[in-house]
């Protein structure tokens, strides 16, 4: 007899604490301070959730999440960082330039998103 399994745990975000808090290690886009929590998942369906031990860093364009003592500081006398994107718009990781959400290859340096 066998049995099969197809689950997991995943992290989520449960609150936004501040938004463009610094920027991401991985593709350098502005990312948030945020309250996360672990979900396990069995068969796709929630079946348990507890919260993350301290606030991390959330990165919109890459779903990046890495701790907060890892971000690129945002230093004071470089540009502000900019208003945080509707969930809409999206960032090519190599150009830094918005792409719309349903491309597949950015079209204005060609790599893939």
Do not use: T
């Amino acid at each position: 007899m066998f049995f099969f399994f197809y689950g997991g745990v995943e992290q989520q975000i449960r609150q936004v604490l501040k938004y463009g808090a610094g920027r991401c290690i991985a593709c350098r886009s502005p990312a948030d301070l945020v309250e996360y929590e672990k979900v396990l998942k069995a068969f796709f369906v929630p079946v348990w959730r507890w919260p993350g031990k301290d606030p991390a860093m959330y990165c919109n364009n890459c779903k990046l999440f890495f701790p907060e003592s890892y971000s690129l500081p945002h230093h004071p006398n470089s540009e502000p960082l900019p208003p945080p994107a509707d969930s809409e718009s999206l960032r090519c990781r190599f150009c830094d330039r918005v792409v719309e959400p349903d491309f597949r290859f950015c079209p204005f340096c060609g790599s893939a998103m």
